[in-house]
């Protein structure tokens, strides 16, 4: 269980420690913690107060890195763990301990998500990223596309299919 101290017991606590520590940020309750670049808001929900700091602080770390998109799968991870080292790093001012086990659960998400997408709808075998949403499968020539987005479940259209 993290430690927080009083200021980061509360959720408003935490916001308002952060909007005072990043004035340029802001911050908004919606449907889910997102970092929206071009509006540079920080959105959060009423998740349970055990991994409401967490993912706040994650969604902050975006924010300070300016992350605003990504080109490919292996970049979208990279992003992703470089958000959660910001956090972690942006944790102890907040006397906030972020359980790696968490993070892990976290990143293992995206790899879900990402080995699912590549996988050919043809042939079941892992295919290789060939532009941000399109893949090829390496062993029966199929290619696809699929969303972009991680919010809807996903699903693979065939391209074309050579034999």
């Known amino acids: ?78 992003l992703e763990r470089d958000a959660w080292d910001t956090a972690v790093e942006l944790s102890a001012a907040y006397s906030v301990e972020i359980p790696d086990e968490h993070i892990e659960h976290c990143i293992d998400t995206y790899r879900d998500w990402l080995y699912a997408r590549s996988l050919c709808p043809n042939c079941k075998q892992c295919g290789l990223q060939t532009a941000k949403t399109m893949y090829q499968c390496v062993f029966c020539n199929h290619a696809w596309i699929v969303s972009e987005s991680r919010l809807c479940k996903v699903t693979r259209r065939r391209v074309s299919a050579k034999r």
Do not use: N
């Not at 269980?1 to 980061?8: D, E």
């Not at 017991?9 to 916001?15: D, E, R, W």
């Open 1 to 78: 269980m993290a430690a927080m101290h009083s200021l980061a017991k509360s959720k408003t606590g935490l916001i308002a420690a952060l909007k005072t520590a990043y004035p340029k940020l802001k911050f908004q309750k919606g449907q889910s913690f997102v970092w929206s670049p071009t509006d540079a808001t920080v959105h959060y929900t009423s998740a349970r107060d055990d991994t409401f700091a967490y993912s706040l602080l994650h969604e902050v770390g975006h924010a300070l890195l300016e992350h605003s998109t990504f080109k490919s799968d292996l970049d979208l991870l990279k």
